[in-house]
């Protein structure tokens, strides 16, 4: 119950803080920002420094003291300013709460604030009607003059109501001073005075029992505090010996601790030098394949080249063959019944036709024109002279180097 009373306290004073006094701080020209979060916990130095700026702001010439570091200076300061308040603006404040310096202190702190912002309000209140009355002189205004008249009507009617009320209470006058005669006339009764006496200090003893319970309870709580307390000091004092102790002995196994962290610096170093060379090494190799990939593809169009070459080549020398035949045929014809003396003749000596081919010297294709060669035997010449042609690009493909991922 204790907790939710604090509680709800706690949100009276947030809201009461919010509402009236950060607002009548601004207003009252307060040179610092103020949030709920100062006052969570004991600000001495922000109350101490609120209750001198409204000193100065309610009396300018006003000494007080403004040393609040030591304990006794802020006993002296508080004490200083609840005096000055009591004296000259008549304010009663609690020095207890405003030395707590927390929400309770807020709270004594709204007191003077309030009595500045009432006179302030009041201030600005008869410059605006000293400013409307200026104004009225020279410029007449009805409709400002209408809320006047309904405050006067308003005010009309409960002075009606109010002398009504007060009318039917002095016709019983006259009944209550004879009951109030007869209560005063009438005589005390000792026993019942008595009874209520006993019964009031009763309840006083009744009181005064409560609270000694809740002192002898509060002593027996805080001997238990102060035994823990001792407690705590005692184990703290040991850890204290053992941790030095501790610190003090070099253990048995710190030699060897430091001579394999060293190693392992070492290790650590080499394989980051070797896990480097490894990525050095990785990024060659694939330099590498991508060469040889690219040379492979180089010789594969280079070979498909050639050997397009060398088909569009072979096809023209067919035809050039199926030529020469027909050409022969038609000889023997004519010459057909002089048989005698084409026997007599010496045979025609062959003759060669150096065919140029891509990637071969001095390579030559041997024909003859001669009738007595036939299409096959030219087509298989034709062959052979065309591997032979493909054996030497080959060689002289390997010399160069440009098979050396095939192979």
């Not at 009396?59 to 570091?69: A, F, G, H, L, R």
């Not at 009617?157 to 109010?162: F, G, V, W």
């Not at 006496?197 to 609270?211: H, N, P, S, W, Y």
Request: contains cysteine; charged residues 35%; aromatic residues 8%.
């Amino acid at each position: 119950f204790a907790d939710y009373t604090l509680y709800l306290f706690v949100i009276i004073c947030y809201h009461l803080f919010r509402a009236d006094f950060t607002e009548m701080m601004r207003a009252l020209g307060y040179p610092r920002l103020i949030s709920m979060e100062n006052f969570r916990t004991p600000n001495f130095p922000l109350v101490a420094e609120i209750l001198i700026w409204l000193v100065k702001r309610y009396e300018p010439q006003t000494d007080i003291p403004t040393d609040v570091d030591t304990e006794q200076d802020r006993v002296f300061f508080t004490k200083a300013v609840a005096q000055f308040m009591a004296t000259k603006a008549h304010i009663k404040l609690n020095t207890k709460k405003l030395y707590q310096a927390d929400g309770y202190a807020v709270k004594e702190l709204l007191k003077v604030t309030t009595v500045l912002y009432n006179a302030m309000k009041t201030k600005r209140m008869d410059t605006n009607n000293d400013v409307e009355e200026e104004g009225s002189k020279f410029k007449f205004d009805l409709g400002s003059k209408i809320s006047d008249l309904k405050t006067a009507r308003q005010l009309a009617s409960e002075i009606t109501s109010k002398g009504a009320t007060v009318f039917d209470l002095l016709g019983k006058e006259v009944d209550l001073r004879e009951m109030r005669t007869a209560a005063i006339a009438r005589p005390l009764e000792i026993n019942e005075t008595e009874k209520a006496l006993r019964a009031g200090i009763k309840e006083v003893l009744e009181q005064v029992q409560k609270t000694k319970d809740m002192l002898n309870n509060v002593a027996s709580d805080e001997a238990n505090l102060e035994a823990k307390i001792e407690k705590k000091k005692l184990e703290l004092e040991r850890s204290k010996k053992r941790l030095q102790t501790l610190q003090s002995v070099r253990p048995a196994f710190m030699d060897e601790y430091e001579k394999i962290e060293e190693d392992l610096q070492k290790q650590y170093q080499s394989y980051v030098e070797k896990f480097r060379n490894l990525c050095y090494l990785e990024q060659q190799l694939e330099d590498l394949h991508r060469m040889e990939q690219e040379r492979f593809e180089e010789t594969e169009n280079t070979l498909r080249l050639m050997q397009n070459k060398l088909k569009e080549e072979e096809k023209r020398l067919m035809k050039s063959s199926g030529k020469d035949d027909d050409s022969d045929m038609e000889m023997q014809e004519d010459e057909g019944s002089d048989s005698d003396m084409e026997d007599r003749r010496p045979l025609k000596p062959r003759l060669t036709r150096e065919l140029p081919i891509h990637g071969r010297v001095g390579g030559r294709v041997v024909g003859t024109m001669h009738g007595g060669d036939t299409e096959d035997e030219v087509r298989d010449q034709t062959a052979s002279n065309l591997t032979l042609a493909a054996q030497r690009c080959q060689r002289l493909l390997h010399q160069s180097g440009l098979l050396s991922f095939q192979s």
